[in-house]
Nanobody, 118 residues
Framework: VQLQASGGGLVQPGGSLRLSCAAS????????MNWYRQGPGKQRELVAR???????QYAEAVKGRFTISRDSAKNTVYLQMNSLKPEDTAVYYC?????????????WGQGTLVTVSS
């Protein structure tokens, strides 16, 4: 699956952004669609997940502020980010994960930079 992430930019603390991840084929054909992020000097971390069945999970740091959703007809996953904080500054990556008996297959988008600063 080829993934194209977009929507990053510069936003003030307390502001909002919506990231988009457009997939080259049906997002329902993969087990999970995930958003990860990697901040300056930090390891990549999972931010939000939506499974093929529609189950969602969030990192504790973003619960109540971020919402992951999808439009299956458009093969697109979104990450709505509200009440942004400077610590949310990171490159955000879209990930498509297929899980099979033989292992896990990950496809990654190119990343989109989110900068939260006044």
């Amino acid at each position: 699956v080829q993934l194209q992430a977009s929507g990053g930019g510069l936003v003030q603390p307390g502001g909002s952004l919506r990231l988009s991840c457009a997939a080259s084929r049906s997002i329902l054909s993969v087990n999970q669609m995930n958003w990860y992020r990697q901040g300056p000097g930090k390891q990549r971390e999972l931010v939000a997940r939506i499974t093929a069945g529609g189950f969602t999970q969030y990192a504790e740091a973003v619960k109540g502020r971020f919402t992951i959703s999808r439009d299956s007809a458009k093969n697109t996953v979104y990450l709505q980010m509200n009440s942004l904080k400077p610590e949310d500054t990171a490159v955000y990556y879209c990930n498509a994960r297929r899980i099979a008996a033989g292992g896990v297959n990950d496809d990654w988008g190119q990343g989109t930079l989110v900068t939260v600063s006044s």
